[in-house]
């Protein structure tokens, strides 16, 4: 192999075994004393919200947009859910749903599947 071939290779080599040793360095230095002090604690783990009973706050608003639920019963929030609900009803009084018709009963056995024929 000439040099004209293989100096291209040899520079490819060398900067993959330089950025190799590099990152081998960076991963095992010691973090010095004065940032881990200045590093923040982490984070304390989201507590999940505690579950709401809906028969105990029927008709109360419950506010979700702090990620918690938040019961609301000012006459303010009473009065936006009874408008709420009035434009549901209004929405839905003409909606009507047809009746399921029941399936046949079958009073004789149907016979099973008649086997294929065989193959010659």
Known sequence: ???RRLWPWLLVLGVALWFGWRTLRRQTAAVPA?????????????KTAAPVNLLEH???????SSGRPVVKNTPADRAAVAREV????????????????????????????????AKP
């Open 86 to 117: 009035q434009a549901m009803d209004a929405a839905t009084k003409d909606v009507t749903f047809q009746p399921v018709a029941a399936p046949a009963t079958q009073t004789q056995a149907t016979p099973p599947p008649a086997a294929p024929p």
């Open 34 to 46: 004065a940032a881990a002090a200045a590093r923040p604690a982490p984070a304390a783990p989201a």
């Open 58 to 64: 029927d008709g109360a608003a419950i506010d979700f």
């Open 1 to 3: 192999m000439t040099w």
